[in-house]
Structure formats: C-alpha cells, structure tokens
C-alpha cells in the first residue's frame, strides 16, 4: 500500500513538473524523512543540513588521516565524504575521488551551498575532496587529520578545481 501511494506522489510529481530524476525526490524524501526525526521540526533544509553536517563533523574531528582508511582508526577524504553522505543523508556515494567527481550536478565556486562537494588537483595525479559548511569553510580528511578549513587559504585557492551538488 505504502509503495502504491510512494509511486502515485512520483507520478504526480513527475506530470507536474516536467523530468524529475528518481535521486532527487529519494534525496528530498530522505531530507523530509530526517527533519521530522529531529526535535527541531521548524528547521529549514539548509539549517537541517548544516546541523546534520556538523554533527558529523564533531563526531570525527581530529581523527587521523590514513590513505585508504574507513574508520576512526583513520580515515582518508574521498571515505569521509562517502561516510557522511550515507550516516547524515543515506545517500551511497561513490568511493573514490575519481568517482565522486561525477555525481550530482556541477556548480560554480561562487554558487556553493553548505552539504556541496568540492574538489582540489593537489598534485598531477592526487585529488581531494571536502564538503562544503558554509561561511567560505570546508571540512575533510587532510593529512593533519579530519578538519575544517577556510577556502581562502593559498593552497586550496591555487589548488581548486570543480564543485559539484548531491543534494538537492
């Protein structure tokens, strides 16, 4: 029953609003199923999210960097973006830099907003990835361990590299 009335709201949702992709209205749904969970049921989307992602951030700060880690034994930045979209926003996100890359929509640096995934070539071949807080700040896995981080510092400006939107 409960799938019947999942796949009427899709339907209409879709008639109504043109080509609607099936990752967005899961994303959505799992944003509105979230909200309602929390005491705080007034909460906007961006202040849910901003919630949701520093309390992420304060379960896992000051965690070790380890190339190749998953866990709080030590962790690397493509795993902390992956662990925080699933844990925060039960979204599987891919593994791997290279993978992430590709997901979600392409935004402009001047367009970030807090949950936004960004992307740094910090070398020929090595690639990093943050998420965005908001505030001109990023939090992720450096090599000094999980972080926040300001965009302005002269390394990730010089080092930046694309944006991308998984949550919509």
């Not at 901003?50 to 380890?66: D, G, P, T």
């Not at 039960?90 to 830099?97: A, F, G, S, V, W």
Request: glycine share 6%; proline share 1%.
């Amino acid at each position: 029953m409960r799938l019947k009335k999942f796949i009427l709201l899709i339907s209409i949702i879709t008639l109504f609003s043109g080509c609607i992709s099936n990752r967005s209205n899961e994303i959505a749904e799992t944003l509105s199923n979230h909200k309602t969970k929390t005491t705080q049921q007034t909460l906007t989307d961006t202040e849910y999210i901003q919630e949701s992602l520093m309390s992420f951030y304060n379960e896992w700060k000051n965690v070790k960097y380890k190339f190749g880690g998953e866990s709080k034994k030590g962790i690397d930045c493509s795993a902390f973006a992956q662990r925080l979209f699933k844990e925060k926003f039960n979204l599987d996100i891919p593994r791997t830099t290279t993978n992430q890359v590709k997901i979600g929509e392409k935004i402009d640096k001047s367009e970030l907003e807090e949950g936004d995934l960004i992307f740094f070539k910090t070398s020929k071949i090595d690639r990093h990835v943050g998420i965005y807080v908001g505030d001109g700040r990023f939090m992720h896995a450096s090599i000094k361990g999980v972080k926040l981080t300001s965009l302005d510092k002269p390394f990730y400006i010089k080092t930046y590299w694309t944006s991308r939107r998984v949550i919509f």
